[in-house]
């Protein structure tokens, strides 16, 4: 099997150079210069793509460039940005500040919108990505759909439904648009219902069920020509999630995100575009182990995330050079997390802690970005963010901390200043684009790193104390991009380095022992002087002729703390390519994506070595005309080899899905 990965391996990646080599191959395609380009850094927009239209948006994410995620189970993955985690990038949902109500990251607000209410994704790398918020690695920013006033009343609706082999999943959805000069409204449902999935070779991986219900709607109102108004309600409530990887599973993770915003659009103004926003949202996350056998002493974990923000964005063009935005944004935070241990031994005493003891944040900031179009060739984008932030946590977590800091110094509120700065320059010559860009950037501790209490890692199996008198962690970031471009051809070669100052990781404090049961020790959080992060990618699409494409790539990262320790959830080398066919309302893909063996696995940090892994996935579609109607019909095969592996990025290596056969139909109305 393995010989037969490698073969595919090398006749897909070199399949492209073959057919550029070959010089009786017609391109239809005349190469040509490429035109006037106005490049913006504000995210890059990343929409859903159709391969396969019903797949989760933890799927898509995965496909996306600088995007990883660390996966505990079949549901609700933790997206990572330039190998970074979640503390170090900023996550929102239409620009809203949504925060995790789990103190073991189990729902990441990734997991609280479904590909029916979603158009896109921002997703943008380092400081340049800190319009909503001071951020190291970078942001996504989940776009959830929009509507238009329309000068006729318009109906349009979709009805969806699909099947995965792999965990019996089952899945119905569908949603609807109503629009006139004036008004408009939207809506949206979906559910889920998915059992045990089976890795390869048929083994069956327990507590990976998961089922989850998602609605949505918004209503719009034109009040001028120049002024409307929306209002957004988005419920997520998923039930009996199981995680394999992990001692625990989830009861209910249930959240209520709603919003109300004014945007204001004139003409003939050098004003653009002025969107206002109110929002409030709040999460419920309870993790049980009630389905689990022989536990050594039972365990409840409920967790709370409420929210309560604002922000407001000027858009704006200057002289026809100068496209300014400017973001005013504020929000605050609660979090409460509990845990209750129930001995099973008769007569015991149980215990009660706050692993987050009522933690509120309070943030506001500035962010200016100036993307300067200097002429034809040449653009230059400044930006920056000036942040304030503030943590008071309750008498009881002093409390708690104050038997493990050993300071006087600890008191209840805790203010920092963070924030973020940017260029980045680019020069655009006949076929070819370059860039080059530098930032900083700063960040407070998270909830967890600042006030968490006795929170136990599975992976390296040591219970985590967290300490408020940390220090900012800050980013130095150098990057750089060369491009070239053609009708029918195009390449481009990235990549990024960090330089993490005050590098915010939990270190083994000897003093005390590990109160979890199978527990190692005890790690407290601490800055270690610093860590260096790094990657470097290339990618490639030939349109051979107007049916066939080749795409593909290849990405390095690098990861060291200044201990010369390899830092965790560091990709070995990744490749991936693509052959893509399509006739008329036909679609077809055949796709390959692997890793090389992760030898510099990340073992002071409780990490291990993982194989090489090669992975074929074939999927089709098309596009039924049915009067003015349109049923699209997609089916596909993942793991097609049915091959049994796990990557560097699977908590305690679960290993992945195997064959997986999906069926997905669309109605459109």
């Given amino acids: 099997m393995i010989s037969k990965h490698y073969y595919i391996t090398s006749l897909l990646l070199t399949f492209p150079l073959f057919s550029i080599a070959q010089g009786n191959i017609v391109d239809t395609l005349q190469n040509k210069a490429l035109e006037e380009v106005v490049v913006t850094y504000a995210s890059k927009n990343k929409s859903l793509n159709e391969k396969q239209p019903l797949a989760s948006v933890d799927d898509y994410l995965a496909q996306q460039e600088s995007v990883t995620l660390v996966r505990r189970g079949a549901y609700a993955w933790e997206p990572m940005i330039n190998n970074m985690a979640i503390e170090r990038t900023r996550q929102t949902i239409d620009g809203m500040q949504i925060f995790h109500a789990c103190t073991d990251k189990m729902d990441p607000i990734t997991s609280y919108v479904e590909v029916n209410n979603l158009e896109g994704m921002d997703i943008t790398s380092g400081s340049q990505g800190s319009m909503f918020g001071a951020t190291l690695g970078g942001s996504i920013d989940l776009r959830t759909r929009k509507l238009s006033f329309t000068e006729e009343k318009t109906w349009k609706g979709q009805v969806q439904t699909g099947v995965e082999s792999i965990n019996k999943q089952k899945i119905i959805g569908g949603n609807f648009d109503y629009t006139t000069k004036k008004f408009y409204v939207s809506g949206s449902i979906m559910y889920r219902d998915a059992d045990n999935y089976k890795a390869g070779r048929g083994k069956e991986i327990q507590y990976s069920q998961f089922r989850k219900l998602n609605a949505s709607g918004f209503i719009g109102y034109a009040i001028n020509p120049t002024n409307r108004i929306e209002a957004a309600v988005i419920y997520d409530k998923a039930t009996d999630v199981g995680y394999p990887a992990l001692p625990m599973d989830v009861g209910l993770a249930e959240a209520i995100i709603t919003s109300v915003k004014h945007v204001y659009t004139p003409k003939n103004s050098w ?47 200057l002289k026809d050079k100068h496209h300014i935005s400017i973001n005013a944004n504020t929000y605050y935070n609660k979090s409460l997390a509990e845990m209750t241990m129930i001995s099973n031994t008769p007569g015991a005493t149980g215990m009660f802690a706050y692993t987050w003891p009522n933690v509120k944040t309070n943030y506001g900031g500035l962010t200016i970005k100036d993307h300067w179009q200097i002429d034809d060739k040449n653009s230059l984008m400044l930006s920056g963010t000036l942040g304030i932030n503030f943590n008071h946590v309750s008498e009881k977590g002093v409390n708690q901390l104050s038997i493990f800091l050993n300071d006087d110094t600890f008191k209840q509120n805790k203010t920092r200043t963070v924030g973020n700065l940017a260029m980045n320059y680019e020069r655009f010559v006949d076929t070819w684009l370059y860039g080059i860009g530098v930032g900083y950037g700063n960040r ?84 270690i002087d610093y860590a260096i992060q790094g990657s470097l990618d290339w990618n490639f699409t030939y349109n051979i002729d107007s049916n066939w494409k080749v795409t593909g790539g290849l990405t390095y990262s690098y990861g060291e703390d200044s201990n010369k320790n390899t830092l965790p959830f560091i990709s070995p080398l990744a490749y991936r390519t693509a052959i893509d066919y399509k006739y008329y309302a036909f679609k077809t893909q055949l796709s390959l994506k692997g890793n090389a063996v992760k030898n510099n696995a990340a073992e002071a940090y409780g990490e291990v070595k993982t194989p090489a892994y090669a992975i074929l996935d074939w999927n089709a579609h098309y596009d039924f005309a049915i ?43």
């Fill in 271 to 317: 004003i653009d575009n002025w969107e206002t926003k109110l929002y409030y949202n709040t999460i419920t996350h309870r993790m049980d182990d009630t389905n689990r056998p022989d536990v050594a002493m039972r365990m409840d974990m409920p967790g709370w995330s409420d929210t309560y923000g604002a922000y407001s964005t000027l858009s704006a063009t």
């Fill in 444 to 527: 407070a501790p998270s909830v967890s790193e600042g006030y968490g209490y006795y929170l136990f890692n599975s992976g390296d199996k040591y219970d985590y104390i967290g300490n408020p008198n940390l220090k900012n962690e800050s980013s130095y970031e150098g990057n750089f991009f060369i491009k070239y471009a053609t009708p029918a051809f195009s390449s481009k070669l990235s990549g990024s380095i960090f330089y993490l100052d005050n590098y915010i990781i939990g270190v083994i404090d000897p003093v005390y022992n590990a109160m979890t049961y199978g527990g190692l020790g005890l790690k407290k959080y601490e800055n």
């Fill in 627 to 669: 009067k003015t109607h349109t049923l699209n019909v997609g089916i596909g095969i993942e793991n097609i080899f049915d091959t049994y592996y796990s990557t560097y990025s699977d908590w305690n290596k679960i290993p992945n899905p195997g064959r997986n056969f999906f069926v997905n139909l669309s109605y459109k109305l």
